[in-house]
C-alpha cells in the first residue's frame, strides 16, 4: 500500500539554525500538508499546497517558514532560524484528487536546543 | 480557525464492551469529516470518513449530525489493540484545506 514518508525521523538543532524537513507524498497526490503536534497537544496545520503554490496557511505558518516541492516526488518544509517553541513532531500529508482523506506521513520530532 | 471539541477521556472499557464516542465542531462550514486514532508519538492514520447518512466499518460506526453539529462514534466487541487516542476532524469547508484537529479520546482497553 502506498505511503507517505518523511525524513529525517529525529532532527536535533541549535536555536536559530534553519532546517529543511523532507517529504514524499503518495505518488498520484496533488494536494499536500505540512502539520505540527507540540507534544501534549493537538494536531495543528500549518500549511498546504497545491499546483505549485501555497494555498492556504495557518497564522502559525509566518515568514520564518517556507515549503517548496523541488522536484516531481518532495515536498519539503524549511524553518529558516528556528526557536526553541518550534520543537514538535511536524507531519506531511497527502491527498488525492477524488478525496478529502489525508493520509499523513510518520513524521519529523525537530528539537531545538 | 474553528474548534472541535472532544472529552479526553481516558475511558477504561473492558475487552469485549461497547464504547461510544462524541465530538462537536463549531464550523457551520466543514463539509467533510472524519476520525483518526493515534497512537503514542505516531502519526495519525484515517480510521474513517463520516457521511451524513452514517456509515459502518466493521466494528466501528460513525454518525453525523449536521444540525447539532456533532460526530459520534462507536466501537462494538473492543479489542485490546483498540487502545489508542481518538481523533476528531473536519476541514474548514473549503475544499482541499487544512484539517482542524480535535485534543482527542484517549481509550484504554483493559483485560
Known amino acids: 500500500e502506498p505511503e507517505v514518508t518523511q525524513t529525517p525521523s529525529h532532527q536535533v538543532t541549535q536555536m536559530g539554525q534553519e532546517v529543511i524537513l523532507r517529504c514524499v507524498p503518495i505518488s498520484n497526490h496533488l494536494y499536500f500538508y505540512w502539520y505540527r503536534q507540540i507534544l501534549g497537544q493537538k494536531v495543528e496545520f500549518l500549511v498546504s499546497f497545491y499546483n505549485n503554490e501555497i494555498s492556504e496557511k495557518s497564522e502559525i505558518f509566518d515568514d520564518q517558514f517556507s515549503v517548496e516541492r523541488p522536484d516531481g516526488s518532495n515536498f519539503t518544509l524549511k524553518i529558516r532560524s528556528t526557536k526553541l517553541e518550534d520543537s514538535a513532531m511536524y507531519f506531511c500529508a497527502s491527498q488525492g484528487q477524488d478525496t478529502y482523506e489525508q493520509y499523513f506521513g510518520p513524521g519529523t520530532r525537530l528539537t531545538v536546543t | 480557525r474553528k474548534e472541535v471539541e472532544q472529552d479526553p477521556g481516558p475511558f477504561n472499557v473492558p475487552e469485549g464492551a461497547t464504547v461510544a464516542f462524541n465530538c462537536t465542531y463549531s464550523n457551520s462550514a466543514s463539509q467533510s469529516f472524519f476520525w483518526y486514532r493515534q497512537d503514542c508519538r505516531k502519526e495519525p492514520k484515517l480510521l474513517m470518513s463520516?457521511?451524513?447518512s452514517g456509515n459502518e466499518d466493521g466494528r466501528f460506526t460513525a454518525q453525523l449530525n449536521r444540525a447539532s453539529q456533532y460526530i459520534s462514534l462507536l466501537i462494538r466487541d473492543s479489542k485490546l489493540s483498540d487502545s489508542a487516542t481518538y481523533l476528531c476532524?473536519?476541514?474548514?469547508?473549503?475544499?482541499?484545506?487544512?484539517?482542524?484537529f480535535g485534543k482527542g479520546t484517549h481509550l484504554i482497553i483493559q483485560p
Open positions: 463520516v457521511y451524513s
Open positions: 476532524v473536519v476541514d474548514s469547508g473549503g475544499g482541499a484545506d487544512g484539517l482542524t
